[in-house]
């Protein structure tokens, strides 16, 4: 396999952006990408989209978004892993660029989600769960995700606090990233007193509907060298599945696809949790972070929530999680959400987050994590400053 | 929603059947062709058990299209008898009183109504059981 590394990234603002199409977004994030790497050409592109046919009835992406980025007859793939579909996207483009089928390739993410309305969204959403056996009961994602809280407070003891405290300490990140669609702090007032949607899930315990892009470069570390670019190299990547129905799991406080593709990219890193000095992670709904990072064995089940509340994860933390506001300040159109992941990580390792947001301490090491429905599928990949 | 869609699943919607294979005796509901347990691809069918006790649930309030007009509605998971585990919506109770090891029968109920074709799509619900 051939050494990769990231040499370019672009995303446009997220939110409810009326007078842009979902081409619209795609191109302005691919050019971002493009004239950030410095590349000339692009030998095929990797494009995350969970459902633009249930949201704007447009599919065959790979011709649409190749035609409007001015790369007639380029290899063109759409990727779907519902909500992790962006991460996937990454996945494929860097395994493609490791194993010499293409030198430069594009990895785009794109969603947009507020041409129909928020019924509809939540419809087209529910698709990445059990359509007949989930779906047609009436379960919707905070509902899945709901159903996870309770079990899990009913297990461990976690609180109400520990929920809120996920969705203020991203609120205060995201307050400093100008592409976030809320870039506003909360309290825990205002999260504990938000409209309840599934509970115990408040509306200020869910990642918004957003629209956006983000699109990053992959090639070889060789000609990434060619380039002066800084050197964001691609450690480990790993990739895993699971029962796609909640109640069809063993435990559902746990997400075990995330604990196997984190082995996975932590064995090809030939590195460790506690290598790593930050991760971007997929808070969908403040219960997922906490869960997640027990999955990831950054603590142990059960602990998570209480390091949340004594600020282990902020950016003045031990660990600081989703430095960019995560999918709940920053915004979640699904499938760019894997890609705007790694946007905000090598910005990180390049020294250049933005409004006071970056990491003291010239941080070396980022996880990134992206899940797609209730946990059935999972990426995780270890970047490193090389 | 195609009548077809609907008519293919009644066997485990209107009857709750499953599959109990022959070499583990892993029970998957609904049916598969392969157990995720074993690799075994024989199974003999069994009815699951209509008791079972409540793991854990959430009121929905935020509804899909088809669900509206049915919102604030609980949903849940149950572990049956057989350790059998499955999704649906608690109903014929205060909402605000389903407590999670709550015990719970399934009945037989409407579950939706599709609006454009007007077909009317049946299945189990969770009672709970004092009711």
């Known amino acids: ?386 | 929603m195609f009548p077809s869609r609907i008519w293919r699943d009644c066997k485990h919607r209107y009857r709750l059947e499953a599959g109990k294979c022959t070499k583990c005796g892993k029970i998957v509901f609904p049916y598969r062709l392969i157990c995720p347990e074993c690799g075994h691809r024989e199974f003999e069918k069994v009815i699951l058990p209509d008791t079972g006790k409540l793991l854990t649930y959430s009121v929905i309030r935020v509804a899909p299209s088809q669900f509206t007009d049915q919102a604030p509605y609980a949903i849940g998971i149950a572990e049956l008898e057989n350790g059998v585990k499955l999704l649906a919506q608690i109903t014929d109770c205060d909402v605000d009183k389903i407590k999670v090891g709550m015990e719970i029968r399934i009945e037989f109920r409407r579950i939706q109504t599709d609006s454009h074709q007007g077909v009317l799509s049946y299945g189990y619900k969770f009672v709970p059981k004092w009711y």
């Open chain 1, 1 to 386: 396999m051939r050494d990769v590394a990231v040499v370019g990234v672009g995303m446009t603002k997220f939110g409810e952006i009326w007078e842009k199409s979902l081409r619209d977004l795609y191109v302005e994030a691919a050019l971002a990408a493009i004239d950030d790497a410095g590349v000339d050409h692009l030998d095929s592109m990797q494009i995350g989209c969970m459902t633009s046919g249930l949201f704007v009835g447009q599919e065959h992406l790979g011709s649409l978004l190749a035609d409007y980025l001015g790369q007639r007859n380029l290899a063109a793939t759409r990727v779907e892993s519902a909500c992790a579909s962006g991460g996937l996207a990454f996945r494929q483009a860097f395994i493609e660029v490791a194993s010499g089928m293409s030198d430069i390739v594009m990895a785009g993410g794109v969603e947009k989600m507020t041409d129909i309305g928020g019924d509809g969204a939540t419809y087209a959403l529910a698709a990445a769960a059990d359509q007949e056996y989930e779906v047609f009961h009436g379960a919707t994602f905070p509902g899945l995700y709901a159903l996870m809280a309770v079990a899990h407070m009913e297990k461990y003891g976690t609180t109400r606090g520990m929920l809120s405290a996920v969705s203020v300490k991203n609120h205060h990140n995201g307050s400093m990233n100008p592409f976030a669609q809320y870039p506003f702090k909360v309290t825990p007032e205002q999260v504990e007193s938000s409209v309840m949607v599934a509970s115990p899930l408040r509306i200020l315990d869910c990642s918004p509907i957003t629209d956006g892009g983000a699109a990053v470069i992959l090639t070889t570390v060789d000609i990434a060298k060619k380039l002066g670019k800084p050197i964001i190299k691609i450690l480990g990547s790993g990739h895993a599945t699971d029962m796609i129905a909640l109640h069809s799991r063993n435990d559902i406080t746990t997400l075990e696809a995330t604990s196997v593709a984190a082995a996975q990219a932590f064995k090809m890193a030939g590195k460790t949790i506690k290598d790593m000095d930050f991760a971007e992670v997929h808070d969908c709904f403040t219960i997922a972070e906490i869960i997640v990072m027990e999955s990831l064995g950054l603590y142990e089940p059960g602990k998570a929530g209480e390091a949340v509340l004594n600020g282990e994860t902020g950016l003045e933390g031990s660990f600081p999680i989703n430095t960019s506001g995560g999918l709940k300040s920053k915004g979640h159109p699904v499938g760019a959400t894997g890609v705007a992941q790694m946007v905000e990580v090598v910005k990180q390792l390049r020294g250049q987050a933005e409004n006071g947001r970056q990491l003291k301490n010239n941080p070396k090491t980022a996880l990134t994590q992206n899940m797609g429905g209730s946990g059935g599928s999972t990426v995780v990949h270890i970047l490193e400053v090389a």
